[in-house]
Structure formats: C-alpha cells, structure tokens
C-alpha cells in the first residue's frame, strides 16, 4: 500500500496553521502492537460475538464468560507494548498544550506511551469507552484500578468488592451504556473548537465517537484520516492516508 507523498505534505501543511487539533483513536492504532481490532478480518469479534459480550445484559447473564473475555484481552495487551504512532502521538502531546487526544480504545497504550516521555495529562487523554485496567462495582458503583488475573472458574472467583461485596465488573463502556458525561464532553468541547480532526484506526461506526469528526467538521475545522479501509468518514474527510498507523502517523506529525 503506497500512501501518495502529497497527501501527506496536504496533512502537514493543514497541522501547521492549526492552533487546536483532536485526535480521534480507534482499535487499528494498537493493530501493529499485536492487538486485534474488533471488526477486522482478524477481529476479536469473529471469536466472540459482540452481542453475546460488549453489552451488559451479557454480563448480567453470564458474567463468567464476559470476564474470560476481558481478562484474555489484559493478558494480550500487557505482553504488547506502544507502537511507533502512539509514540509519535504521545511526543506531540508533550509538545503541544493545543492536541486533545480521545481515544475509544481500551488497552491503555496511548497512557504507556505518553508516560515513557512525560506527565501524562489527564485532562487532555480522554479515554471515551474507559479503560481494560479498572472495574467498577455493580452494587454501589465504586470504581478501583484493577490489574490482576481474574480465575472466572466460578462465580465466586470472579472479582467482588472491598467495600460492599458487590460483584464488580470492567469499567467500560458497553453498548447501550451512557459513556461518561465529563469525558465526552470534554471530547466534544474539544471537537467543536478544533481546526483539525485526526481520525486514525477506527470504522468510525460507533456512536458517539464518530460524530466528534463530523462536529469539527461542521464547526468548520478539517478531517485528516488515517486508514487503510474506507469509512463512512471518508467522504467528508480533506485527507485520507490510505495506509497504516505505522506508516503514516511519524510522517505525518515529525517536526510540527
Ligand atoms: C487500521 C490498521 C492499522 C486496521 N492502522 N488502521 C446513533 C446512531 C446509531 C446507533 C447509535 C447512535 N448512538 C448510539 C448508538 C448505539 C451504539 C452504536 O453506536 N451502535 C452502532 C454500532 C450502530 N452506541 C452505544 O451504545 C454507545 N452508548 C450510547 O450512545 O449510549 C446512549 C445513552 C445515553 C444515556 C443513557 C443510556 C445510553 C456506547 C458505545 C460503546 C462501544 N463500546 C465498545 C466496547 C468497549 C469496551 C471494550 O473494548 O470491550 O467500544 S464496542 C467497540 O467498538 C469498542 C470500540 O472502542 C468501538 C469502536 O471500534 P473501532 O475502534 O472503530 O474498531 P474497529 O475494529 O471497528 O475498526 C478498526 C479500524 O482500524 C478499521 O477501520 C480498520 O480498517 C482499521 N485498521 N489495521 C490503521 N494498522
Ligand atoms: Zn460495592
């Protein structure tokens, strides 16, 4: 795949005179980490269909099972390690108080990668659909950090709350579920005034993730996109780079 050098001097030139910029992360940032994307020909839901997993009837009615799948997924990411795009995309933080980064993956390699070159800030890595590596109590909701290996053998293995005994559970966002009203709308707030949107590595069919491209867009910023597929954004993107993170995201932000 040959991403056309002009584009990518197109997407430079547009990062260059813009003051604020969203990125917009999806599942194929962490694809050349090692980790699967969700609908991808090696997609992570051709084993485990979403609708049996991702939504929290699922885990009312087996939460053994959506435990396997979460905890499966922790060990895959704790073995893979931040590629050279959240790299690129972490040193751009650092350097400019101006990018906002909301990612809708889980795996926390946006966090590792920005960590191994400064502090993290916080208010600035909006991690929209939660994350792998906290749980929340589905009694009394209290949230905790969470990284150890969970024995789904049994319903009494499964991890159960200090403070109330409550069987606890990932604290992500499943379909169906609000997503937090603080991260979103810090996401969109940052949509809203940004002149550019890097959309990189996700089919942009999840909502509300999706939309943040479209608000810079009709609030008159530009769509700079990241992806070796098409996507419903595509149409109303000012730039595609058809080729993987990897290859495009160091050419396009080196030196900005
Ligand atoms: C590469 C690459 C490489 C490969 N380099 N690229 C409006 C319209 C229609 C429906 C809705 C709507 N609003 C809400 C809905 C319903 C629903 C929804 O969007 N459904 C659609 C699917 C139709 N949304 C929700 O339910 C959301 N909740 C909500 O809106 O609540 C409202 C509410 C308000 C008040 C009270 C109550 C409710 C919640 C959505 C949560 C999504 N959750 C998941 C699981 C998170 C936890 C987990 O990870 O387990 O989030 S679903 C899954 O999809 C996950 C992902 O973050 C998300 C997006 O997937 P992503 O990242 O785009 O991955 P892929 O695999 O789809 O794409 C990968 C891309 O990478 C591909 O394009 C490849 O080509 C590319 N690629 N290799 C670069 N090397
Ligand atoms: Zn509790």
């Known amino acids: 795949m040959n991403t056309d050098p002009l584009d990518i001097e197109r997407g430079r030139d547009l990062l260059a005179d813009a003051r604020s910029v969203i990125i917009l992360t999806g599942a ?19 084993n485990f269909r979403a609708e049996e997993l991702a939504t929290p009837e699922a885990f009312a009615r087996d939460p053994r099972l959506v435990w396997e799948w979460y ?28 990018v906002v980064l909301a990612t809708q993956n889980v795996d926390g390699l946006h966090e590792r990668a920005w960590l191994d070159v400064g502090q993290v800030d916080g208010g600035r890595l909006l991690e929209i659909h939660g994350t792998l590596f906290r749980v929340r109590c589905t009694a ?5 950090p969470h990284r150890e290996p969970v024995d789904s053998s049994s319903p009494d293995t499964l991890p159960h709350c200090e403070a109330c005994g409550g069987l606890l559970r990932p604290a992500v966002v499943w379909f169906g579920e609000a997503l937090d009203p603080a991260i ?42 990241i992806n070796p597929e098409s996507t ?3 149409p109303i993107c000012d730039v595609s780079l058809r080729g993987t993170a990897v290859a495009c995201v160091p050419a396009l932000l080196s030196d900005i």
């Open 28 to 46: 194929g940032i962490s694809a050349e980490s090692g980790i699967p994307t969700f609908r991808g020909e090696e997609g992570l839901w051709r």
């Open 71 to 98: 905890d499966l997924r922790r060990q895959k990411v704790l073995e893979c390690a931040p590629n050279a795009a959240h790299d690129r995309i972490a040193e751009w933080l650092t350097r400019n108080e101006g």
């Open 140 to 144: 009394c909701g209290r949230e905790s």
């Open 184 to 225: 979103i709308g810090g996401a969109f707030e940052a949509a809203e005034g940004a002149d550019v949107c890097v959309v990189v590595g996700t089919s942009a069919v999840v909502q509300p993730a999706a939309s943040l491209a479209t608000v810079t867009r009709e609030t008159g910023g530009r769509i700079i996109e």
């Open 232 to 234: 419903p954004l595509t």
